[in-house]
């Protein structure tokens, strides 16, 4: 079932480094395609949140004539979000410590977010 392997791919993200500590899937117009995120965290606001920054970000990057968006990142005292777009159908989330090491959070979110994408 695709659900599992979606799960999966997150979970894999999330051990893949000790930085990140939460990860979800989520579809452009809001909805939790799946997710390995803290049983604190409401889902639904991370989807709404998410779909409605990354869709600010890209027509940010457009009417600035910054050209197509890699990612968007929050930085606040407790940590990082990161969201970046899985394919054209859904925006990847990641929740990372505030100590994280970007560069190598970068690389494994852009190979779950390919990863992610194909199973799309």
């Known amino acids: 079932m695709r659900t599992d392997s979606f799960q999966q791919v997150l979970e894999d993200l999330n051990g893949a480094s000790a930085d990140v500590e939460a990860s979800a899937l989520i ?9 390995a995120l803290p049983t604190n965290v409401d889902e639904d606001r991370v989807g709404a949140m998410s779909a409605a920054l990354l869709s600010l970000g890209d027509r940010a990057g457009r009417e600035l004539a910054r050209g197509d968006i890699d990612r968007i990142m929050i930085q606040g005292e407790r940590g990082y979000v990161i969201m ?3 394919g054209e ?7 990372a410590k505030p100590n ?3 560069g190598l959070i970068f690389l494994d979110i852009k ?3 390919e990863a992610l994408a194909k199973l799309l």
């Open 27 to 35: 579809s452009n117009d809001g909805l939790i395609i799946a997710s």
């Open 84 to 86: 970046t777009s899985a």
């Open 89 to 95: 159908e859904a925006v990847l989330t990641i929740m």
């Open 100 to 102: 994280a090491k970007l």
């Open 111 to 113: 190979r779950a977010a």
